[in-house]
């Protein structure tokens, strides 16, 4: 079945580290491709998307390319804060009209001053 | 526009208790989901829903778990005779019926995390 594999956690980066969490995927056909954030007591919030290949997602400075021939859709941002402390989840979807989101385990990043 | 509500945000059962979990969706939003976070992996499916319809349970246990999402109220989840394995988080998104669209976002509840002791 699909499914998604992301780097063990917890991360920790003084801020303005560069910062890249990987995200591999397997899916039978071509999956939109996401990453959500979860801050501390919220829910999962969509932090950015990407629905074709060699598509880049990007949103607040973070960056993800769909990579197909890797099947890979790493998360990179330039220069973290201590606002981006929080569990950063990798997902897929397959097709239009799909609804189920296969996520990764989650990345734990704590970005200290 | 407030976001997707979950309750209780935390709940402690004994076993062979029954748990009951909240969602209401965002205004406007009739399609309802829940995911489970067992520990140490990630959200899976469980269950899709509509108002009073059940479009896809493929992802709930075949006992003791059951879903609705009444005509008026919230979503409930409700776990029957809980055990340790059900410890878990559950978490609650909803999405609005957009027509035509390839990909309905959906936007997450902060979660309900149930310990059964």
């Known amino acids: 079945g699909d499914s998604v594999t992301q780097m063990e956690g917890p991360v920790t980066l003084s801020e303005e580290a560069f910062l890249t969490i990987n995200c591999t995927y397997t899916a039978t056909g071509y999956p939109s491709l996401f990453w959500y954030v979860q801050y501390p007591g919220e829910g999962l919030q969509l932090l950015l998307k990407a629905t074709k290949a060699d598509d880049k997602g990007s949103n607040k400075g973070f960056e993800a390319t769909y990579r197909k021939e890797t099947t890979s859709f790493h998360l990179e941002k330039g220069s973290v804060q201590v606002s981006d402390s929080a569990v950063y989840f990798c997902a897929l979807m397959m097709g239009a009209g799909s609804y189920q989101l296969t996520f990764g385990k989650g990345t734990k990043l704590s970005v200290i001053p | 526009n407030a976001g997707v509500m979950q309750n209780p945000r935390h709940l402690v059962r004994r076993r062979g208790q029954e748990a009951r979990l909240r969602c209401s969706p965002m205004k406007g939003h009739s399609h309802v989901y829940w995911y489970r976070q067992l520990p140490e992996e990630g959200l899976k499916f469980m269950v899709y829903?509509?108002?009073?319809?059940?479009?896809?349970e493929s992802g709930m246990p075949k006992e003791r778990f059951s879903a609705e999402f009444p005509k008026e109220g919230p979503s409930i989840l409700r776990i029957q005779q809980v055990v340790r394995g059900d410890s878990a988080a559950y978490f609650c998104?909803?999405?609005?019926?957009?027509?035509?669209?390839?990909?309905?976002?959906?936007?997450f509840g902060p979660g309900t995390r149930l310990t059964v002791l």
């Open positions: 998104a909803s999405s609005p019926k957009l027509a035509g669209s390839s990909y309905n976002e959906q936007f």
């Open positions: 829903l509509q108002k009073e319809n059940i479009i896809d």
